[in-house]
């Protein structure tokens, strides 16, 4: 019968007892860097020891969340030590999203377990048997999955599957959130999300306000899985995560209490062949009661998104209400022997785990004899350690003396060196370090690009390149992509082929990639080989153009961070012939980073969402047509919303473009040779203005005038992200 692992969180130490006691099979917890959750109150050093060792004296495990992604300069002897102390103090497995960290892990920790974190947004299992094979152990794919899509990768890969199945929902598919840091400049890749989808938004179709049932269009109910166990379970499971590592004691541990039982009744269920699983209306009402963003949602399971959206203030309402829970220590039998001129002799047994510890000599009692009260007394004095004295076997003269303190002492001893025994299979040595921390570039281009990639998502923006570049002042070699979720553009290849001369033509795999957009792409190879290559945004992207065998060069988007060099380097050991940088990263952090085969994103509305939901289906009604939608935030910002029906996916864009046209030198500096221009929502004037301004900045070396910065934004390249 296969197991089903309660997983909870855990923000401080007190709390990380707190849901073993409650029933946890493991917890997961943020050291003091690199964790999602920056400003939780993560463990530091010495908690986090004390954390590891109870969990293990307890035969619990625990997980270190390192899911952010990581910087050049972070690649160092401080990142070396710090994922070291973890993995001498018996670490279980460690949740990462960079990349480049995987490959460190792999190489420098190769046996610890690495399990890739809902950052990746992993989708199918396509994307899950890349990262198998980079090292990962385990996958925890995007909440947004379907029960059917979960099983589906479980059949497909057998990985071991973490899903979340109680707590808060992000609008945005993990990892492909931009907002908070184009907003307030707190990235969620860096674990400072300040949450812009719990604010207001007001709604608009065509410039006319839609009428909404609230204007909080963008904020989720919490996650309630506890009813869908049993689908959980045959859907292949091995892990419940409950989100929360931000939360109080008191939600977490009663929440872990009340998954305990009802794992446990499932399994038993399963064990004995019988299917009679159903919730208590008065458990799931004391689940409410811990706390709920009116009400709760499981819809994600179903693959629908109905009735998920707040609409209204998502205050996290919550009572005040414990069970209490208290530690479930270790029973342990002491022997003692106390044989006059002997030296006094305590054992410890605890299963297979015996110690042995001996005092001074036992003399006979010349006053008051020690009695076996007295004995009793002292060795049942377990005090704050994870141990209760169940027993006590005497084997002890009658008439003797030995010091109370003495005994104290052998107790405290013998207990300490048992806690020493029973830890002593998790710790590990010290690993030596085998390389730099930084890894050198392996270039393996084979087939050279233009300098400008031109990406288009309408009819009009083709007609402007058409126009510039039949004009005589601009000839110049240009590459050209057209997204499949642009599918009038994207069945037009033979057409754009003929009738637009660009040196090449790619094709951009869809940002999220789930079953109806892996069956659009399945249904149309014969026209993904008519392209000269391919630009891929997700894993499962990646996967899916290496295991179908299509030829061509692989650019990695954006989304598919390279935010170092140890990531750059594991990309192009992938098959990646260029990446397109990372959008968070200032020109100064660009700098450190190998950009020798890197394209920068010069011109563009930046995503700043990509979600299931879909504002048009949630605010209006779902009729598969695109829409002109725009929402509106308290200070007045307008951001442009498309629903890609296609692939079924909400994208959210910045109100301004981001234009660095005016930064040749910073970006000359950097060692760009390559770059890209992103037209989504332009007419065929703005387009081809764009594109003037690109030549006589980059190809003429004309300072050319680009507008008041009240009509574009620099992005993040001059203030990028902590």
């Known amino acids: 019968m296969r197991n089903m692992e309660v997983l909870a969180p855990a923000g401080n130490l007190e709390i990380f007892k707190s849901v073993i006691d409650a029933g946890a099979d493991a917890v997961y917890f943020g050291g003091k860097h690199f964790s999602a959750r920056a400003f939780a109150n993560n463990f530091d050093y010495k908690e986090s020891e004390e954390a590891l060792n109870y969990a293990h004296l ?30 001498e103090n018996g670490l279980d497995g460690i949740i990462v999203q960079d990349i480049g960290l995987i490959k460190y892990i792999r190489e420098e920790f190769p046996d610890l377990n690495v399990h890739g974190s809902t950052q990746l947004a992993i989708c199918n299992s396509y994307g899950v048997k890349l990262l198998e094979k980079l090292g990962v152990t385990r996958i925890v794919p995007a909440r ?36 908070s840091s184009l907003i307030g400049k707190r990235s969620g890749n860096r674990g400072r999300c300040a949450q812009p989808c719990r604010l207001p938004y007001e709604a608009y179709l065509n410039n006319k306000p839609l009428k909404t049932k609230g204007s909080y269009i963008l904020s989720l109910k919490d996650l309630c899985g506890i009813n869908d166990l049993p689908s959980l379970y045959r859907s292949g499971v091995s892990s419940l995560k409950i989100e929360g590592r931000m939360k109080q004691k008191q939600y977490a541990t009663n929440v872990v209490y009340l998954y305990r039982k009802y794992v446990d009744i499932l399994l038993d269920n399963v064990n004995k062949g019988i299917d009679n699983y159903k919730v208590e209306e008065n458990d799931y009402k004391f689940l409410l009661d811990l706390g709920n963003r009116c009400g709760f949602t499981n819809s994600y399971y179903y693959g629908n998104t109905s009735d998920m959206v707040t609409f209204t203030k998502p205050s996290h309402e919550n009572k005040e209400i414990d069970y209490g829970f208290v530690e479930d220590k270790l029973k342990v039998i002491l022997d003692i022997k106390a044989k006059i001129d002997n030296p006094i002799s305590i054992t410890a047994n605890f299963k297979d785990y015996s110690i042995n510890r001996q005092g001074n000599i036992v003399e006979k009692a010349s006053k008051r004899p020690v009695t076996r009260e007295d004995i009793s007394t002292r060795l049942r004095k377990s005090g704050s350690t994870s141990f209760d004295i169940t027993d006590i076997k005497y084997e002890i003269d009658d008439n003797i003396f030995i010091p109370l303190g003495e005994i104290n002492r052998l107790r405290r001893e013998v207990l300490e060196e048992l806690e020493d025994l029973i830890l002593s299979k998790f710790k590990r040595n010290k690993p030596i370090i085998s390389k730099d921390s930084v890894a050198k570039i392996n270039n ?30 601009y000839s110049i070699d240009f590459d050209l992509s057209i997204p499949v979720s642009e599918y009038e553009l994207f069945e037009k290849i033979d057409e754009i082929k003929e009738k637009y001369k660009a040196s090449r033509i790619f094709v951009e795999l869809p940002l999220v990639i789930r079953d109806k957009a892996l069956k659009l792409l399945e ?83 930046y995503p700043m969402m990509v979600s299931a939901n879909c504002i048009n289906k949630n605010c209006n009604t779902c009729d598969k047509k695109e829409k002109n939608i725009r929402i509106k935030d308290k200070k ?6 498309r629903n890609k029906c296609k692939v079924c996916y909400n994208v959210i864009y910045n109100d301004l473009p981001t234009c660095l046209l005016d930064e040749t030198e910073l970006i000359n500096k950097a060692g760009f040779k390559k770059y890209k221009m992103d037209f989504t929502l332009e007419n065929k004037n703005e387009t081809i203005d764009v594109l003037k301004r690109f030549y006589g900045s980059f190809i003429d070396n004309i300072d050319y005038y680009i507008g008041s910065e009240s009509n574009y934004t620099k992005g993040h390249f001059k203030r990028g992200v902590e």
């Open 636 to 641: 007045g910002y307008s951001f442009p919303v």
């Open 144 to 179: 947004e999955l379907s029960l059917e899509e979960i099983r589906n990768i479980y059949e497909e890969t057998g990985m071991e599957l973490e899903v979340f199945v109680h707590g808060a929902l992000c609008y945005c598919y993990s990892g492909d959130c931009l907002m």
């Open 58 to 87: 307890h035969g619990k495990k625990a997980y270190l969340t390192l899911n952010t992604l990581i910087k050049n300069k972070e690649f160092n002897e401080d990142l070396y030590n710090y994922i070291s102390f973890y993995y």
């Open 444 to 473: 393996t281009i084979n087939n050279n690009i233009s300098s400008l990639l031109i990406s288009v998502s309408s009819n009009e923006q083709l007609e402007a390149i058409g126009n510039i570049y039949n004009a005589k002042d």
């Open 523 to 605: 249904d149309n190879i014969s026209l993904l080989t008519k392209y000269d290559g391919y630009i891929v945004s997700s894993y499962d992207g990646l996967s899916f153009v290496k295991d179908k065998g299509l030829k061509g060069i692989i650019i990695a988007g954006s989304h598919l961070y390279s935010y170092n060099n140890n990531a750059v380097n594991t990309i192009n050991n992938l098959g990646i012939d260029y990446n397109i940088s990372p959008l968070e990263l200032n020109y100064k952090e660009l700098m450190h980073r190998d950009n020798s085969n890197s394209i920068l994103t010069v011109y563009g509305r």
